[in-house]
T-cell receptor, first 111, second 112 residues
Framework: EAGVTQSPTHLIKTRGQQVTLRCSPI?????VYWYQQALGLGLQFLLW???????NRGNFPPRFSGRQFPNYSSELNVNALELEDSALYLC??????????FGPGTRLTVL | AQSVTQLGSHVSVSEGALVLLRCNYS??????LFWYVQYPNQGLQLLLK??????LVKGINGFEAEFKKSETSFHLTKPSAHMSDAAEYFC??????????FGKGITLSVRP
């Protein structure tokens, strides 16, 4: 069974640009979670999507947004990038019968 | 609100020694508890989970954890450390079918 996949693996952007990160959940999983892991700040919850709806949002500014598609894959969009957005962005998927499984992450560097 | 406390940031043990990583949680509802491991430049891998069944939970790679409600703890142990266990370990808490709240993580080093 394929695990959670994320793309791209790495990307480099400059301040002010916009970026879109993608996540494909495990087959049958309907929930997708996004987390930010910045150096020294631990794992911060960003967004939770379930059945296409946003269920919960962490303490991040509105320039962090996302969506979930009918096939349960998800996108995370970050507008007006700032230096402190440099981090590993992790996606996880789950169902009500399975715990969250994480993807390998996308490493974002903002210069 | 839920929270997790992982005291300290680094634990160092000798190969073959007992591994004990501490986790205390706070939750207003019966919690689901998890331990994840993260190897360098990788995502998080689920080690084990507690979801209100047996209080002693066995996970992968020889790890286990015991849920103690009276102590609000969910400490992770392994009888004999291996060099390959060197990684960062995260304890997390959630309500049923909800987001995870993570502790700050603890780095385990294993000395030869």
């Amino acid at each position: 069974e394929a695990g959670v996949t994320q793309s791209p693996t790495h990307l480099i952007k400059t301040r002010g640009q916009q970026v879109t990160l993608r996540c494909s959940p495990i087959s049958g999983h309907t929930s997708v979670y996004w987390y930010q892991q910045a150096l020294g700040l631990g794992l911060q919850f960003l967004l939770w999507y379930d059945e296409g709806e946003e269920r919960n949002r962490g303490n991040f500014p509105p320039r962090f947004s996302g969506r979930q598609f009918p096939n349960y894959s998800s996108e995370l969009n970050v507008n007006a990038l700032e230096l402190e957005d440099s981090a590993l962005y992790l996606c996880a998927s789950s169902t009500d019968r399975a715990p969250p499984f994480f993807g390998p992450g996308t490493r974002l560097t903002v210069l | 609100a839920q929270s997790v406390t992982q005291l300290g940031s680094h634990v160092s043990v000798s190969e073959g020694a007992l591994v004990l990583l501490r986790c205390n949680y706070s939750s207003s509802v019966p919690p689901y508890l998890f331990w994840y491991v993260q190897y360098p430049n990788q995502g998080l891998q689920l080690l084990l989970k507690y979801t209100s069944a047996a209080t002693l939970v066995k996970g992968i790679n020889g790890f286990e954890a015991e849920f103690k409600k009276s102590e609000t703890s969910f400490h992770l142990t392994k009888p004999s450390a291996h060099m390959s266990d060197a990684a960062e370990y995260f304890c997390a808490v959630s309500e049923a079918n909800s987001k995870l709240t993570f502790g700050k993580g603890i780095t385990l080093s294993v000395r030869p």
